[in-house]
Nanobody, 122 residues
Framework: QVQLVESGGGLVQAGGSLRLSCAASGGTFAMAWFRQGIGKAREFVGIISLGGGRTFYADSAKGRFTISRDNKKNLVWLQMNSLKPEDTAVYYC??????????????????WGQGTQVTVSS
């Protein structure tokens, strides 16, 4: 059974940084991050390939967010820099196939974490 557990969310001031972690068990997949603000649809943030050699980001994340992984430790990270109030959302770790998630977004995800709240104050 696949389990994804996020941690590292919290409150940060605009311009600050935060690193989210996702502990994965039960399988090896491409790993992605999504976020969902209040009253908004869940949106794609970025994805890292199974081996870690390839990444792809949403335009809103490019240049500010970085996804990395350590397959030996079964950990995935989302490093977020230069945070803005509009980055406030619940952030979800997700697992699935690269070729499903990149074109389909949330609809291509096989497994979800429970989410962690990130709040950026102005």
């Amino acid at each position: 059974q696949v389990q994804l557990v996020e941690s590292g969310g919290g409150l940060v001031q605009a311009g600050g940084s935060l690193r989210l972690s996702c502990a994965a068990s039960g399988g090896t997949f491409a790993m992605a991050w999504f976020r969902q603000g209040i009253g908004k649809a869940r949106e794609f943030v970025g994805i890292i390939s199974l081996g870690g050699g390839r990444t792809f980001y949403a335009d809103s994340a490019k240049g500010r967010f970085t996804i990395s992984r350590d397959n030996k430790k079964n950990l995935v990270w989302l490093q977020m820099n230069s945070l803005k109030p509009e980055d406030t959302a619940v952030y979800y770790c997700a697992a699935g196939l690269w070729n499903n998630i990149v074109p389909a977004g949330a609809g291509g995800v096989d497994h979800w974490g429970q989410g962690t709240q990130v709040t950026v104050s102005s």
